[in-house]
DNA sequence: AATTAATTAGTAGCAGGTCTTAAAATGAGC
DNA sequence: GCTCATTTTAAGACCTGCTACTAATTAATT
């Protein structure tokens, strides 16, 4: 590799960095073919912490991380809420949410963005489903950016009607039709 | 802490470690109230690497594990399988899976269950969930292992009508019935 | 040529080890 | 008590991958 400007070989560290923190300033400094020192410089400048530091808060993450991916309250992005109206989600298909041989979006992801967005617009302490019906119209690829639309129909009591569209460029690929309960906390602190 | 056998302390260790892979030698003497070396030589029996290779360890997994947990094509444990008849899965409810506030399992990871489940069974190259009916009969909490069981009702050309039904101890706590489809290689090909 | 910016070199020191050799301490058996 | 094996400590040299600092060297720029 030639030589590349500070700010060039500076840019070029963060990617490298980011994805592999497991470099060493040797193994970088081979890399952007400098010394040592310029690295470390070029760390210091960016604030980036040495090797062992990076491999610290990765391994530390990784405990909760493993959690946080699973427990998301809400599945794909809320990107419009009116509480016990109707509300609008984003999720973006990828990798992770696919099938290996086929590349097709899992049923229950697309499943669960509506229902945690069905779930989400209602406007109690605590919801949960009661009951869903759900039809997928055609399959979803990698890639393919998933709008669910909600919309509640009808309020009976605690119990909340809740209409989900999910549309990829306009083209419907799923509908659901779920029942919410809204939960006292009451209800709910008892032991299962 | 007062002293242990070698044998007593040599498990603790292990255990400890488990729990807390970034313990150092010294907190690790500190705890058991010998020396350092000790620790060491315990290590060394154990074959148990040092602080930096045990993070090293987690963090390389860190990367690749949060593909893993989400990405799994089955969710919970099949235990048993009849292809094109049925299957029962088990899935352990832990705090991954639930609501922070309520510790009460959210309602996808009960349809995910099931809907995996069903399309497992299915004798196919693949098989897509069409439609689903589902109905939550009681909230789901921490720690509760849920049995799911499903039962192939009906084929209908590549048309497969699955019933699951979800316990706990016997209770029922939900019931679904899945349309799936089997699918063609072919059709799976195609660009999305 | 003079000045400034960027790079390289060198030294001391640190954390958390390894590996080796050797000396104590402890416990069990007689 | 004494003896012997096990267990525990201790001490020293060395390792990696740094930090922190000082100083020298090498481009660029004016």
New interface residues.
């Given amino acids: 590799m030639k030589r590349l400007t500070k700010a060039e070989r500076q840019e070029n560290l963060k990617e490298r960095l980011d994805e592999d923190?497991?470099l060493i300033d040797r193994e970088l400094a081979e890399l952007f073919n400098v010394s040592i020192q310029t690295i470390r410089l070029d760390r210091l400048e960016l604030g980036i912490p040495e090797v062992?530091e990076r491999?610290?808060s990765?391994?530390r993450?990784?405990?909760s991380?493993?959690?946080s991916?699973?427990?998301e309250?809400i599945?794909g992005e809320l990107i419009d809420i009116q509480l016990n109206d109707g509300g609008i989600s984003i999720l973006e298909s990828t990798?992770?949410?696919?099938?290996?041989?086929?590349?097709?979006v899992?049923?229950?992801h697309i499943?669960?963005q509506a229902?945690?967005l069905a779930?989400a617009i209602i406007d109690a302490?605590?919801a949960?489903?009661?009951?869903?019906?759900?039809?997928?119209n055609r399959?979803?690829?990698?890639?393919?950016r998933l709008v669910a639309k909600a919309k509640v129909e009808k309020i009976k009591g605690n119990r909340f009607y809740v209409k989900v569209e999910t549309k990829i460029n306009g083209e419907s690929v799923f509908k659901g039709e779920f029942i919410i309960f809204s939960?006292k906390d009451d209800l709910?602190?008892r032991?299962?």
């Fill in positions: 923190p497991f062992r491999i610290k990765v391994a993450q990784a405990s991380k493993v959690k991916v699973q427990s309250e599945i990798e992770e949410l696919v099938l290996e041989k086929s590349k097709i899992r049923g229950h499943f669960a229902n945690s779930v302490d605590a949960l489903t009661g009951s869903a019906e759900v039809r997928y399959p979803v690829y990698v890639g393919e939960v709910m602190n032991e299962g």
